[in-house]
Protein backbone atom coordinates (compact mmCIF):
# COMPACT_ATOMS: atom_id res chain seq x y z
CA UNK A 1 0.00 0.00 0.00
CA UNK A 2 0.97 3.58 -0.93
CA UNK A 3 2.31 5.91 1.91
CA UNK A 4 -0.15 8.50 -0.15
CA UNK A 5 -2.47 7.34 -2.68
CA UNK A 6 -3.69 9.67 -5.41
CA UNK A 7 -7.40 11.12 -4.28
CA UNK A 8 -9.04 12.42 -7.46
CA UNK A 9 -9.70 15.57 -4.88
CA UNK A 10 -6.23 16.33 -5.70
CA UNK A 11 -7.17 16.78 -9.40
CA UNK A 12 -7.19 20.66 -10.78
CA UNK A 13 -8.64 19.44 -14.28
CA UNK A 14 -5.41 20.44 -16.37
CA UNK A 15 -3.67 17.58 -17.19
CA UNK A 16 0.11 18.86 -16.91
CA UNK A 17 -0.53 20.29 -13.93
CA UNK A 18 -2.35 16.80 -12.54
CA UNK A 19 0.33 14.81 -14.28
CA UNK A 20 3.44 16.43 -12.60
CA UNK A 21 1.43 16.10 -8.99
CA UNK A 22 0.86 12.36 -9.36
CA UNK A 23 4.57 12.11 -10.35
CA UNK A 24 5.43 14.25 -7.17
CA UNK A 25 3.12 11.53 -4.91
CA UNK A 26 5.15 8.97 -6.77
CA UNK A 27 8.45 10.54 -5.67
CA UNK A 28 7.13 10.58 -1.86
CA UNK A 29 6.15 7.10 -2.06
CA UNK A 30 9.39 6.33 -3.59
CA UNK A 31 11.25 8.12 -0.61
CA UNK A 32 8.88 6.52 2.32
CA UNK A 33 9.60 2.91 0.78
CA UNK A 34 13.72 3.87 0.86
CA UNK A 35 13.65 5.08 3.89
CA UNK A 36 11.04 2.14 5.28
CA UNK A 37 13.55 -0.16 3.83
CA UNK A 38 16.99 1.91 5.25
CA UNK A 39 18.33 2.18 1.75
CA UNK A 40 21.70 4.28 1.64
CA UNK A 41 21.02 8.06 1.69
CA UNK A 42 22.85 8.94 -1.35
CA UNK A 43 19.69 7.07 -2.72
CA UNK A 44 17.51 8.96 -1.25
CA UNK A 45 19.17 12.02 -2.16
CA UNK A 46 19.29 11.42 -5.61
CA UNK A 47 15.11 11.31 -5.88
CA UNK A 48 14.74 14.17 -2.87
CA UNK A 49 17.00 15.82 -6.14
CA UNK A 50 14.26 14.98 -8.99
CA UNK A 51 11.54 15.36 -6.24
CA UNK A 52 13.47 19.30 -6.35
CA UNK A 53 13.51 19.56 -9.94
CA UNK A 54 9.83 18.26 -10.81
CA UNK A 55 9.07 20.53 -8.05
CA UNK A 56 10.95 23.46 -9.49
CA UNK A 57 9.36 23.17 -13.04
CA UNK A 58 5.86 22.73 -11.56
CA UNK A 59 5.88 25.80 -9.52
CA UNK A 60 7.01 27.54 -12.44
CA UNK A 61 4.46 26.11 -15.01
CA UNK A 62 2.16 26.94 -11.93
CA UNK A 63 3.22 30.75 -11.64
CA UNK A 64 3.33 31.05 -15.56
CA UNK A 65 -0.61 29.91 -15.55
CA UNK A 66 -1.24 32.42 -12.55
CA UNK A 67 0.47 35.19 -14.64
CA UNK A 68 -1.13 34.53 -17.65
CA UNK A 69 -4.44 34.62 -15.66
CA UNK A 70 -3.52 37.99 -13.48
CA UNK A 71 -4.17 35.46 -10.35
CA UNK A 72 -4.44 38.19 -7.49
CA UNK A 73 -2.54 35.53 -5.26
CA UNK A 74 0.21 34.97 -7.33
CA UNK A 75 2.85 36.86 -5.47
CA UNK A 76 1.91 34.60 -2.10
CA UNK A 77 1.98 31.67 -3.96
CA UNK A 78 5.11 32.15 -5.44
CA UNK A 79 6.60 32.94 -1.84
CA UNK A 80 5.45 29.60 -0.51
CA UNK A 81 7.18 27.95 -3.70
CA UNK A 82 10.23 29.40 -2.74
CA UNK A 83 9.76 28.75 0.64
CA UNK A 84 9.00 24.83 -0.07
CA UNK A 85 11.64 24.34 -2.40
CA UNK A 86 14.34 25.63 0.25
CA UNK A 87 13.01 23.13 2.56
CA UNK A 88 13.75 20.50 0.31
CA UNK A 89 16.87 21.79 -0.96
CA UNK A 90 18.07 21.64 2.95
CA UNK A 91 17.06 18.21 3.75
CA UNK A 92 18.39 16.87 0.27
CA UNK A 93 21.69 18.98 0.96
CA UNK A 94 21.80 17.14 4.59
CA UNK A 95 21.20 13.36 2.81
CA UNK A 96 23.77 14.11 0.33
CA UNK A 97 26.45 14.50 3.37
CA UNK A 98 25.11 12.34 5.98
CA UNK A 99 23.61 14.93 8.40
CA UNK A 100 19.86 14.61 7.94
CA UNK A 101 18.75 13.18 11.58
CA UNK A 102 14.93 14.12 10.43
CA UNK A 103 14.53 9.81 10.12
CA UNK A 104 10.76 9.11 9.84
CA UNK A 105 9.52 12.84 9.86
CA UNK A 106 10.87 13.23 6.38
CA UNK A 107 7.91 11.45 4.33
CA UNK A 108 5.91 13.13 6.64
CA UNK A 109 6.80 16.40 5.78
CA UNK A 110 6.91 16.04 2.35
CA UNK A 111 3.05 14.61 2.68
CA UNK A 112 2.16 17.46 4.63
CA UNK A 113 3.23 19.74 2.04
CA UNK A 114 2.36 17.86 -0.99
CA UNK A 115 -1.58 17.65 0.30
CA UNK A 116 -1.74 21.11 1.27
CA UNK A 117 0.03 22.53 -1.84
CA UNK A 118 -2.47 20.18 -4.24
CA UNK A 119 -5.61 21.13 -1.76
CA UNK A 120 -4.39 24.78 -2.68
CA UNK A 121 -4.27 23.75 -6.41
CA UNK A 122 -7.23 22.35 -6.67
CA UNK A 123 -8.86 25.58 -5.24
CA UNK A 124 -7.27 27.84 -7.17
CA UNK A 125 -7.59 26.16 -10.54
CA UNK A 126 -10.93 25.90 -9.65
CA UNK A 127 -11.15 29.46 -9.20
CA UNK A 128 -9.36 30.20 -12.61
CA UNK A 129 -11.74 28.16 -14.35
CA UNK A 130 -14.97 29.24 -12.68
CA UNK A 131 -13.93 33.20 -13.40
CA UNK A 132 -13.25 32.10 -17.27
CA UNK A 133 -16.86 30.77 -17.23
CA UNK A 134 -18.37 33.78 -15.57
CA UNK A 135 -16.56 35.67 -18.34
CA UNK A 136 -18.61 33.56 -20.97
CA UNK A 137 -21.76 34.14 -19.19
CA UNK A 138 -21.81 29.83 -18.00
CA UNK A 139 -21.06 28.62 -14.68
CA UNK A 140 -19.93 25.15 -13.71
CA UNK A 141 -22.45 22.20 -13.50
Do not use: C
Not at 84 to 106: K, T
Not at 122 to 127: D, N, P, S, T, V
Request: aromatic share 8%.
Amino acid sequence: MPYLEWNPAFDTGIGGIDYEHRRLVEMLNEIHELMRTAAEPHKIAAILADLHALASAHFALEEKIMRDQNYPGLAGRRDTHYHLLDQVREIMDAYEIGSYRGGESLPATLKQWLMEAMGNDAQMFGEINDAKLRALGLKRG
